[in-house]
């Protein structure tokens, strides 16, 4: 592989080490005691009843307003790393409920793997660098944050219904739960390379009320915190509507605070332009599909889960991947353990995702002699694991 390629095969692993603060998230968010088994993302997903959760959430009108709209990513950080616009794609797609969130890095060889056909056509290394991409869609369900109550921020827990990084045998353990911020805020001042700078005072959501650190760019955000109702309610009965968009930015920080009392990430969205009636006009569809049980009694394979979200201007697509091999390499897995005992090595590190994908294709992770498993059905498990499909597109 080129040295690109290599720094490529990082980009998953740099992501998630900002998102979890370098590991701080995990070792500060205990089960149990910060959050409930059902606050996690694949909960629902894993006992495949998102359909009726999801309209149980509705009927019951838990949305939100405060971020509806398209969004870009222009600094993503924590752990002492930052990830920005200019090494990865964002698009953030948010109506009162559901969301598609799709990340592509700006390294992927995409004009290299347009020439190829469909995934079997693809080299492993091919599929591996493919495998570095993110697109997940689910429902944002929102909820006063009891720490900053006065403040009127609003904590966001999402839970995923199509997911590029979900295995049922490795869930997410920890939530994807978050807070918003959409207040003015002060220019952060630039630090080193060697330490980050905060202030002493701190603002109403126990943030310091500035920050610094050397690279970042200046947290320059304008906003409105205007609770609104939902345009489409006010026209149902008779109001009027002032026609403004919501904020134009705001900041996403993690619920879990490190020792120091900072959120151990934090991401700044900016909607994506064309701005115009991104709060005004948004539709969220979901594919209805036939139970798999049904269709496997006729003999005809489980229809895959969809969703499409259109704000403003803006429309993205997830179309989720079929798990029948990515299924049949874990029964393997469990035969193969079965038959070689002590002589069975799994890999080092196991999980979902771009981890997953190396660990049936790399031989680092899917050490063929341990494993027991043939290379065919490996080969085969990451093509359908990769089938997962993300578009976005601008009216």
Not at 23 to 43: D, K, R, T
Request: glycine letters at 8%.
């Amino acid at each position: 592989m080129s040295t690109t390629d290599q720094k490529l095969l990082q980009w998953g692993s740099t992501q998630g080490h900002i998102l979890t603060g370098g590991g701080i998230l995990e070792a500060q968010s205990i089960p149990g005691v910060h959050f409930q088994e059902e606050h996690l993302a694949h909960y629902w997903l894993k006992k495949r009843v998102t359909k009726q959760i999801l309209r149980q959430w509705l009927d019951r009108n838990f949305r939100s307003m405060s971020i509806v709209g398209a969004w870009d990513r222009p600094l993503f950080s924590g752990g002492w790393v930052e990830s920005t616009k200019h090494d990865t794609e964002s698009f953030n797609l948010q109506t009162p409920s559901i969301f598609i969130d799709m990340r592509i890095p700006k390294l992927r060889p995409t004009a290299q793997i347009r020439t190829r056909e469909n995934l079997a056509s693809c080299s492993d290394d091919e599929l591996r660098l493919l495998a570095r991409q993110h697109c997940f869609s689910g429902y944002s369900f929102p909820e006063p944050d009891k720490s900053i109550e006065k403040s009127g921020a609003l904590v966001f827990t999402r839970h995923h219904i199509i997911d590029w990084n979900y295995h049922p045998a490795f869930p997410r353990s920890r939530p994807n739960r978050w807070w918003v911020q959409t207040k003015d805020v002060e220019n952060g001042k630039e630090g080193t390379d060697s330490f980050k700078e905060f202030s002493t005072v701190r603002d109403k959501f126990n943030n310091p009320v500035s920050a610094g650190h050397a690279g970042s760019p200046r947290l320059n955000s304008r906003a409105s915190n205007k609770v609104r109702t939902c345009p489409a309610i006010l026209r149902a009965q008779g109001l009027p509507w002032n026609g403004k968009e919501g904020t134009d930015s705001f900041k996403e920080f993690s619920t879990v605070r490190d020792k120091f009392n900072n959120p151990v990430y934090m991401e700044r969205w900016e909607r994506r332009e064309p701005k115009a009636q991104q709060q005004g006009k948004y539709l969220a569809l979901r594919k209805v599909r036939t139970c798999p049980a049904i269709l496997r009694a006729q003999g005809l394979p489980p229809q895959k889960d969809s969703v499409l979200v259109m704000v403003g201007q803006h429309w993205l697509l997830a179309i989720d991947r079929d798990y029948s091999a990515v299924e049949e390499h874990a029964a393997q897995v469990e035969r193969c353990k079965a038959s070689l005992g002590s002589s069975f090595v799994a890999p080092k590190a196991q999980g979902g995702g771009p981890l997953f994908v190396d660990n049936l294709l790399s031989s680092e992770g899917s050490a063929n002699a341990s494993t027991g498993v043939e290379y065919a059905l490996r080969r085969r498990a990451a093509e359908d694991y990769l089938s997962l499909e993300g578009s976005y597109s601008c009216a």
